[in-house]
């Protein structure tokens, strides 16, 4: 029998998850993550598979990862576990393994998870969205991840906040938003650029708004439970700054659905409001496109399931191949 191992390292485990043939999971196996050690990554990396493997005649390995291949020479970057970068971390576990080894960003092992498995099955396109301690994207079409020509597809998190403290549609209809809003001030990303998505979407962008705004620091899901009328206020301006931000990806994609996990997006008081302002801000004033919670397996190791799902896919360059 051969079965496909799905491994993520995304978070401060490394999760491996064995996908059975009609893709359900069927065994789990996490070790904490070697923290700024790559070697010792490698080691955990192939101790996760030693562990998964055990029985199986047969199998193959997909990785998600928190950056992505450079093309030019598989070498690592982008990754927010530093010590990845630089790296032939495919080259490497290959050796290791002894066979060969599919590599994708996190974000878009997320989203494919969800297309295969998850609260997006049978809808194309697939936008995946992480809300986390970072923002990422992942972007699905017909079954299969678009990494693109410099394996950038679905890096939502690093452009510009669009129509930040110039949103006249918030004028409309939250004046005291916008006046709230201009009270913000620039923020640096880790990336070297400006007021990047992530910097305002994150739960710490979450977390720094409400502080700027009130000067009380508190955890971003205090903030989503909306118990006081300033945590309202910056409750409802983040989801109004994520509404033009995914209404950028609606006008450039047009999802049949965009898919949320990561921490931010367990508040259930997000998607009724995200829904509606979505509307207002996709060109032309009307949306089907449906922003959902994540669905399928794995909580906040999605990515190892969609890791998994990465040999369900024709072999090419994205994929590491």
Not at 165 to 184: F, I, Y
Not at 215 to 241: F, H, N
Request: charged share 20%; with cysteine; glycine share 14%.
């Amino acid at each position: 029998m051969t079965v496909r191992i799905g491994i993520d390292l995304g978070g401060t485990k490394i999760a491996g998850v064995v996908l059975d043939a009609a893709g359900n999971a069927a065994c789990w196996h996490r070790l904490p993550t070697p923290k700024g050690d790559y070697e010792a990554t490698l080691r955990a990396i192939c101790e996760v598979v030693g562990h998964l493997v055990t029985g199986y005649e047969e199998w193959h390995v997909g990785v998600g990862t928190p950056g992505v291949e450079r093309p030019r020479d598989g070498l690592m970057k982008n990754c927010n576990s530093t010590w990845l970068n630089g790296r032939p971390l495919r080259r490497d576990l290959e050796k290791a393994l002894g066979q060969p080894v599919r590599l994708s960003n996190d974000a878009n092992c997320f989203a494919l998870a969800e297309a295969r498995s998850g609260a997006a099955v049978g809808e194309d396109p697939v936008f995946g969205v992480i809300l986390g301690t970072g923002v990422g994207g992942g972007v699905v079409v017909g079954g299969q991840v678009v990494e693109g020509a410099n394996r950038l597809g679905g890096e939502w998190g690093h452009t510009p906040l669009p129509y930040l403290r110039s949103d006249e549609l918030m004028k409309e209809v939250h004046p005291e938003l916008v006046r709230l809003e201009a009270g913000l001030a620039d923020r640096a990303c880790y990336c070297g650029r400006r007021n990047c998505v992530e910097t305002f979407l994150s739960g710490p962008g979450l977390q720094q708004t409400h502080f700027e705004l009130f000067g009380d620091r508190v955890a971003p899901e205090s903030i989503a439970l909306q118990t006081d009328t300033q945590r309202k206020q910056s409750w409802q301006l983040y989801c109004m700054q994520l509404a033009r931000s995914v209404a950028q990806v609606v006008n450039l994609l047009d999802p049949s659905v965009a898919v949320l996990g990561g921490g931010v997006s367990n508040a259930k008081a997000l998607y009724k409001p995200l829904n509606e302002h979505l509307v207002r801000y996709v060109f032309g004033g009307e949306c089907r496109t449906r922003v959902v919670p994540a669905g399928g397996e794995g909580g906040d190791a999605a990515g190892a399931v969609g890791a998994a799902w990465l040999w369900s896919v024709e072999p090419g360059p994205a994929t590491g191949e």
